[in-house]
């Protein structure tokens, strides 16, 4: 079974702090994707990979960063927390080259506050 | 562009009776189609996915989708619904990435 791991489930920062949301899979898969879910928007998209080193902005990308070094780990930054990034941060990886029709594996959430 | 639309963000049934869960979507290629579950404080699992062949797929949980072409509808159905079965329901449309409706939380009573 593919396996996503996320670093913390729930997370509570202070204004301006810097916050690092960590991801991990372990099916070697060549994409991964950060999603924010707020009640009655969805999920919106952050921040794509293709690969090793590569990043995609997706729908939402103001506020935040990502970094890829390697395959399996693909990390979220948010350089200085806002209260507005209070949310459910979702990772989520699939195979590359459409392979599988493009499905997405998702990881349990880290639900952020910041005070 | 590909687009997804959930029509109702909550849908309330009774324990035992059917379950409908609507989504429309629009593509200008073959789309491949899915249907995510989400239970609270998790993140998304799988239901089904339409990619080609058969247009009714048949999911875990007792969940199945028929894909219409003529009316654009990928439409979740379960003939019965449990309890269990409450929970939030994202339909998608996949476009190398996924696009996701907005989501419909289903309720179930007794």
């Known amino acids: 079974d593919v396996k996503v791991t996320q670093s913390s489930r729930y997370l509570v920062k202070r204004t301006g702090e810097k916050v690092f949301l960590e991801c991990v899979q372990d099916m070697d898969h060549e994409n991964m994707f950060w999603y924010r879910q707020d009640p009655g928007l969805g999920l919106r998209l952050i921040y794509f990979?293709?690969?090793?080193?590569?990043?995609e902005k997706g729908d939402i990308p103001e506020g935040y960063s990502v970094s890829r070094e390697k395959k399996e780990r693909f990390s979220l930054i948010l350089e200085s927390a806002s209260t507005n990034q209070t949310s459910m941060y979702l990772c989520?990886?699939?195979?590359?080259?459409?392979?599988?029709?493009?499905?997405?594996?998702f990881g349990p959430g880290t639900r952020l506050t910041v005070l | 562009a590909q687009s997804v639309t959930q029509l109702g963000s909550h849908v309330s049934v009774s324990e035992g009776a059917l379950v409908l869960l609507r989504c429309n979507y629009s593509?200008?290629?073959?789309?491949?189609l899915f249907w995510y579950v989400q239970y609270p404080n998790q993140g998304l699992q799988l239901l089904l996915k339409?990619?080609?062949?058969?247009?009714l797929v048949k999911g875990i949980n007792g969940f199945e989708a028929e894909f219409k072409k003529s009316e654009t509808s990928f439409h979740l159905t379960k003939p019965s619904a449990h309890m269990s079965d409450a929970a939030e329901y994202f339909c998608a449309v996949s476009d190398l990435k996924l696009i996701f409706g907005t989501g419909t939380r289903l309720q179930v009573f007794p």
């Open positions: 989520a990886s699939s195979l590359g080259a459409s392979g599988n029709y493009n499905e997405q594996f």
């Open positions: 990979s293709y690969d090793v080193k590569m990043k």
């Open positions: 339409y990619t080609t062949g058969a247009t």
């Open positions: 593509s200008s290629v073959p789309p491949y």
